[in-house]
């Protein structure tokens, strides 16, 4: 059943590429995205305005990739909130407010919640959702589905990837609705998945990376834009698994602060892959140098220059835009192996459930 992985997060991890295949198919034809595929119809997508995303943990940080592609692309406003904050709160939802919300299982008692609350207030719900049939995906009104296949490890990784994939595919559509079509960027999202396929066979050093982290107890994770959306996962994936204390930054927010807490040894994995502020990020990295830290580069190849990293990973992107998937692969993998050196047990991390049906 795990397909001679020793751990179900493994297999999930490298049938990603053919999962992100299924996630596509059929979604996009002659560099477009297939709109009726997306579940949301063309006459209410029209009329959306504001879009607030609402989702808990690896799927609040699927959200917050959405925001920036589909603000980047459709220029349509979207806020990104944890949905035990949203359903307690008194959101003021704007005329063409649609509420998104994100989830694996699509049984999150927060989620659903909140997709409740929007329900009471007359704004219509849309689900990106991966189980079909759940209950997210009955009470919404509009749903897609990630089409990842069944999940079963604690820690979320194809279900992630295949929710960036989907946002991407939402964000291209919208963008196409309003006369912004980007068909580069269609056409270049069906090779992610040869793309990914190459990485994974390719990620051996990053088995180093992971015994030296599994002898730390701190480890930050850096990056600016996308790269910063991706950095809140690396770190959620080492905690949850490796039970090591992780934090991200927004790259430029580390000398407000927390620039204080490096120390000699301290490791910082950097993702650098927006290629517009990668100069920004690279000087963040000099100056945690400066104090002492290990510094890890996950960086896009198109992005040379001297990047004064300890180990790196170099990985191929057609444009920074569809970055997210791929460097995910290597953070999740970090993250595997480190709690693998650890001992732990890496399906069934403690104190979690696979699915957070109770507040
Ligand atoms: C982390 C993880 C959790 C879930 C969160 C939401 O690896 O799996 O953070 O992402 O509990 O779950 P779903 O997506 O099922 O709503």
């Not at 592609?69 to 649609?98: D, H, K, M, N, Q």
């Not at 270049?188 to 990053?206: A, F, K, M, W």
């Not at 905690?239 to 000398?255: D, F, P, Q, V």
Request: net charge negative.
């Amino acid at each position: 059943e795990r397909g001679g992985y020793p751990h179900f997060m493994l297999k999930e991890i490298m049938e990603q590429p053919d999962v992100w295949s299924d996630a596509l198919l059929g979604r996009v034809q002659n560099q477009r995205v297939v709109w009726r595929e997306m579940g949301l119809p063309a006459s209410v997508a029209e009329t959306v305005r504001r879009i607030r995303i609402v989702a808990a943990g690896t799927a609040y940080h699927a959200g917050l990739v959405g925001k920036m592609l589909i603000e980047r692309l459709a220029r349509i406003p979207v806020e990104v909130e944890v949905a035990s904050e949203f359903r307690y709160s008194t959101p003021i939802f704007e005329p063409g407010t649609l509420v998104m919300a994100i989830s694996q299982s699509g049984e999150t008692a927060d989620t659903l919640a909140s997709v409740r609350l929007a329900h009471e207030l007359g704004v219509p719900t849309y689900a990106v959702v991966n189980q079909v049939g759940s209950t997210l995906a009955r009470e919404s009104d509009y749903v897609v589905y990630t089409h990842a296949g069944p999940e079963i490890a604690v820690a979320s990784t194809k279900a992630y990837t295949t929710q960036l994939l989907v946002l991407t595919l939402l964000a291209l559509g919208l963008a196409d609705l309003k006369g912004r079509g980007r068909p580069d960027l269609v056409q270049h999202l069906l090779s992610l998945p040869h793309i990914g396929q190459t990485l994974l066979g390719q990620l051996e050093s990053v088995r180093q990376m992971a015994e030296s982290l599994s002898l730390k107890r701190d480890v930050f994770y850096i990056g600016r834009g996308l790269d910063y959306a991706l950095a809140m996962e690396g770190q959620l994936k080492i905690k949850e698994i490796a039970y090591i204390h992780a934090e991200a930054y927004a790259a430029g927010e580390l000398k407000h602060g927390t620039l204080a807490l490096i120390e000699d040894g301290t490791p910082v994995v950097a993702i650098v892959t927006e290629r517009d502020v990668a100069e920004k990020t690279i000087s963040n990295i000099l100056e945690v140098k400066a104090r002492g830290a290990e510094a890890w580069g996950i960086l896009d190849r198109q992005i040379t220059g001297d990047i004064p990293v300890d180990h790196q990973i170099v990985i191929d992107t057609p444009d920074p835009l569809l970055a997210p998937a791929i460097a995910a692969l290597p953070l999740q993998l970090l993250a595997y192996w480190t709690a693998v050196f650890r001992g732990e047990d890496v399906d069934k991390p403690r104190n979690l459930a696979k699915s957070v049906t109770v507040e």
